[in-house]
Every structure is written in structure tokens, then in C-alpha cells.
């Protein structure tokens, strides 16, 4: 996790979960949008995320699990629906 993340007080960042951290980088980029760093960066195994500032300057993290399922089990139980992934 970057060090500028430990020196905020109060709410540091808000995080996203999504699909594909390539094709929103490419997104965030196509709209001018402030990247923290250039390309995703990994987190740790199977966690690559991607920082980016808001017209505000607050920080947002949007994240990719290799296997959400199994990092977050509770989003699960709310069926597919929920995660957009079905009706």
C-alpha cells in the first residue's frame, strides 16, 4: 500500500471493486482522470489496484481480486444481482 495512503487522517480513500483494473486504468486515462501511478500495481497475490484522485483531490482505490468469491464470501450470499453479474 503507498505510504501517502498512512498519512491521511480521517477517511483516506474509498474503494471500488471491479472486474478488469486494465480496461478502468484505460478509462481513468481517456478522461484525464489523476493516477496515483502510471499502470495497477499489486497488492498483494491475486489483489491489483489502481489509485486515482477526484476533482476534490480524494483518493480512490479501484481493485481487482483474482478471486473475489473467496476474499469477500458475504457479497456472495446476496446473489448475482447484487454484484451486477445477473438478474
Not at 500495481?41 to 489483489?47: A, D, L, M, T
Request: aromatic residues 14%; negative net charge; proline residues 7%.
Amino acid at each position: 500500500v503507498p505510504e501517502w495512503v498512512f498519512e491521511r487522517q480521517g477517511i483516506t480513500y474509498i474503494t471500488f471493486v471491479i472486474v478488469d483494473v486494465q480496461e478502468v486504468t484505460l478509462r481513468l486515462k481517456t478522461f484525464a482522470v489523476e493516477l496515483m501511478s502510471k499502470e495497477p500495481v499489486p497488492i498483494r497475490k491475486g489483489i491489483t489496484a489502481i489509485f486515482a484522485k477526484d476533482p476534490e483531490g480524494n483518493f480512490l482505490e479501484f481493485v481487482e481480486y483474482a478471486d473475489l468469491a473467496s476474499y469477500r464470501p458475504d457479497l456472495f450470499k446476496m446473489g448475482p444481482s447484487f454484484l451486477g453479474t445477473g438478474t
